[in-house]
């Protein structure tokens, strides 16, 4: 057991006793969320990326001990298993060495080294393998008709055919060539023949190579695309020189430059070159396509996630009334009234746009509107449309009730239209239709976005990067990390939130969430955390996990409204009690807490990290880590990709970042393209480094092509 935490310890970047200690909390049924930030004393130095990364090498390293009993098990059922293999099995550090050791005993389909091996050729075999007599003179011996072995050329070839195998099974050979295909193997990819036009998206790929270990993963990827769809051929090799080399120096008894000189040695460079072309070369290359997969995934997993982090850690306007506006021409524009928990007070539709053009009209309806309901803010959606009718509201210039000018916000509405087909929208919304439901999407993405985006698949959200191609397993486990962490982090109002908000919450399920939602109906909300233990289905651990990120506001215990967790209460009330006061006026007065010493209540379940951290939830209570919402505008001077021109300094919004350039919306219904080389002044290696999803940024056009619709962005210089 030690050994195997030292290895997750290892893989994961942390200490063993970290490691054991998150490993033992998540067995107890702790979540990720729970222990990252309640069990500070345990996992030392790590944060929530840390845990994440001991449960994942965990679990990659208790999949790889899985399988090694499973072969020791094969093994010794088909009597093989001699102390000497049991011991290779046993070291076997990596999954590519524990296969490697069971390759020549893995139960297989019939091969060529098998009927060479039926038809009597094992002996002749030896006779190459071991270099001392002429195997070619000896052949004649082994000549049987019978035997489908009718002259001296079939009983080598049949020979070189078990030599061959046995040089491709043998592990430390794989392991010499597995290191030289990681360090020299090339990709390369090409059209495949008659292909040319069908293949036309992957042109840049047509005569296309690299080193395997430095090529990016959306090279990776887009290649892979094209071979699995016939268009492109894709190989992954080193040169053939050193690979051959490496077979000779291990097996050849001569020099291989004298070695035709020979018979014996002649014809065991033969099965060796067999050996590679035939077996070694398309095994590894095989294994190496596979591992440039798994590295590109995991690559484009971590962009997709990162990029998520960013949307739903968006800053929120807030519990603000709204005047949502989903754009249309020939449909018209539908319109929503939002009240502040976000709940639709009206919906109609207007028609400001092409080709009706009820500029007077609609004007007039929003002003009534913005009146009747008291509206705070407009958000319009950025498709098409969407920069006309952002251009009508703010021509309006509408100000609040109390005589604030009302900003009007584009709102990305990317995975909208999946929101209002859901069964969550029918749900929320069964008597009115997708337009509706769109409409509403887009104003709580204004008021919320966290809480909005949560019931979107987060595929449809559009900042992944060849997210179709990864590893789907992956990819949902750990964007479901990203959500998870994201609610977590900024914790849910128990008595407003909604069943998919609540069911990201540690410690809950859609089944539990939806329990509290109906428990919270009948009961006319929670007053009390501890409340929610009166929910069917949610038990002590249930509560213990989920708890901390739970906040109700105004309800009988202040602390409900902040991330300090039930199970401390009785410590804060302590500190209270020393200091002389009630707990309300403790958060409420910072000469009180700052006159606490942590120190005195350091014990063996609390240390200073959770005494810190109970100390600034006393000081902010409740808090919202995100930023302060801040209004954007893009140029009044560019609506659609007929205006940009070269040189233009423009304001816009980046909206996906790749591993190769930032995508930036500059308000004209097209993104453009910052290159990875255009990103600063100096060498970027990864794009976010310097920019990220939803950053507000002032770009230099560098081209426009109208046709293909592609505008190249620069930050150098501006």
């Not at 909300?525 to 949610?538: D, H, Q």
């Amino acid at each position: 057991m030690t050994d195997i935490i030292d290895r997750i310890a290892s893989e994961a970047g942390c200490k063993p006793a970290e490691a054991r200690n998150v490993l033992e909390l998540l067995d107890e049924g702790s979540t990720v969320p729970f222990i990252s930030r309640y069990r500070k004393e345990k996992i030392g130095s790590l944060d929530e990326v840390g845990v994440i990364a001991v449960r994942d090498a965990a679990e990659r390293v208790r999949e790889l001990e899985k399988r090694r009993e499973v072969i020791l098990a094969s093994l010794a059922e088909r009597g093989v298993l001699t102390d000497e293999l049991k011991t290779a099995v046993t070291r076997a550090g990596t999954a590519a060495e524990l296969e490697d050791v069971y390759l020549p005993y893995r139960p297989k389909r019939r091969t060529r080294a098998d009927i060479a091996r039926e038809r009597g050729l094992e002996p002749l075999a030896e006779l190459i393998f071991d270099q001392k007599a002429d195997p070619v003179a000896a052949a004649a011996s082994f000549i049987d008709p019978e035997k489908d072995v009718p002259d001296v050329d079939a009983a080598l070839a049949g020979a070189r055919d078990i030599v061959a195998e046995r040089v491709s099974e043998h592990a430390e050979t794989r392991a010499a060539l597995r290191n030289l295909f990681e360090r020299n193997a090339v990709v390369r990819s090409a059209v495949s023949r008659g292909k040319r036009d069908a293949a036309d998206t992957y042109r840049d790929y047509f005569e296309w190579s690299e080193p395997a270990h430095r090529a990016p993963s959306h090279r990776i990827l887009a290649v892979l695309r094209g071979a699995s769809e016939g268009l492109l051929t894709l190989h992954v090799l080193p040169p053939e020189e050193p690979a051959l080399e490496i077979l000779f120096r291990r097996f050849l008894k001569t020099d291989s430059r004298t070695a035709g000189e020979r018979p014996a040695a002649a014809q065991m460079k033969e099965a060796l070159t067999d050996a590679y072309r035939r077996l070694l070369g398309p095994s590894l290359e095989t294994e190496m396509k596979t591992n440039l997969k798994q590295r590109a995934d995991v690559e484009a997993i971590r962009v997709f996630a990162d990029n998520l982090r960013e949307l739903l850690l968006a800053p929120p306007l807030g519990g603000k009334a709204i005047l949502a506006l989903d754009p249309g021409l020939r449909t018209g524009c539908k319109l929503v009234c939002l009240d502040h928990h976000g709940a639709l007070l009206h919906n109609e539709t207007v028609y400001p746009l092409a080709p009706k053009n009820d500029i007077t009209g609609a004007g007039s309806r929003i002003r009534d509107l913005v009146a009747k309901h008291r509206i705070e803010a407009i958000a319009v959606g950025n498709g098409t449309g969407g920069r006309e009718a952002l251009g009508f509201c703010e021509a309006l210039a509408l100000n609040s009730t109390d005589g604030e000018a009302i900003p009007v916000i584009s709102v990305n509405e990317s995975g909208a239209s999946v929101y209002s087909a859901s069964e969550t929208a029918r749900r929320e919304f069964p008597d009115h239709d997708l337009t509706v439901r769109g409409a509403v999407s887009i104003g709580r993405r204004l008021q919320d976005p966290l809480s909005e985006l949560v019931k979107i698949d987060p595929k449809a959200i559009g900042v992944g990067q060849y997210q179709h191609d990864v590893d789907q397993k992956a990819l949902k486990k750990s964007l479901d990390d990203t959500v998870s962490g994201c609610v977590n982090m900024v914790g849910v109002e128990l008595n407003t939130a909604g069943p998919e908000l609540l069911s990201y919450v540690a410690g809950l399920s859609a089944k539990t969430a939806a329990a509290v939602v109906a428990q919270r109906s009948a009961a006319g909300g929670f007053r009390e955390r501890k409340e929610i233990l009166k929910v069917a289905g949610l038990g002590p651990k249930a509560f213990e996990q989920a708890a901390g990120f739970l906040r109700i506001r105004g309800g009988k215990n202040p602390l409900d409204a902040s991330a300090v967790h039930p199970e401390r209460y009785a410590l804060v009330e302590r500190m209270a009690a020393d200091a002389g006061c009630a707990v309300a006026e403790l958060m409420s007065d910072p000469a009180r807490r700052d006159a606490i010493d942590p120190e005195k209540y350091v014990d063996g379940d609390v240390g200073l990290p959770t005494l810190r951290d109970i100390l600034d939830e006393l000081a902010r209570p409740g808090r919202d880590p995100r930023s302060e919402f801040e209004v954007f505008r893009f140029a009044d001077e560019v609506q659609e990709i007929g205006d940009v021109k070269e040189g233009m300094r423009l304001p816009g919004i980046v909206t996906n970042v790749t591993a190769f350039g930032a995508f930036v919306d500059i308000g004209v219904h097209q993104d453009g393209l910052i290159h990875v080389s255009e990103l600063a002044d100096r060498f970027v290696r990864d794009p976010r480094e310097i920019v990220k999803p939803g950053q507000r940024v002032t770009v230099r056009v560098l081209s426009v092509e109208i046709t293909r619709r592609r505008i190249g962005l620069s930050l150098k210089g501006v």
